[in-house]
């Protein structure tokens, strides 16, 4: 088992890529086209950004990306399954407004 000492500062959306700066000062970017939730989302959903001892979650677009995954590079790990239900029910969302 690792134990991850470092922990996220502050991420914002910049340019395309949400820029993610650790305490330690190390700066972690990944691009949101490697997102599929986050692809999707407005400039104000992107910047909506709550973190937790475990990484980042983004409760506009009911995403969360591990402190794990980032640094593993992984800014996604959904099931095209688990994707497919996530667009459905936006898209109905966005049917009843």
Do not use: C
Request: glycine share 8%; hydrophobic share 35%; no cysteine.
């Amino acid at each position: 088992m690792s134990t991850l000492v470092d922990k996220v500062k502050s991420a914002v959306y910049q340019d395309g890529h949400i820029v993610v700066t650790m305490v330690s000062a190390v700066e972690i970017r990944f691009p949101v086209a490697g997102n599929p939730r986050l692809t999707g989302g407005t400039l104000e959903q992107l910047n909506n950004i709550e973190i937790s001892p475990f990484g980042l979650h983004w409760p506009d677009l009911d995403e969360d990306v591990s402190v794990e995954n980032l640094l593993a590079g992984k800014p996604s790990g959904e099931s095209q399954t688990s994707l497919k239900r996530w667009l459905d029910r936006r898209q109905e969302a966005k049917g009843t407004d």
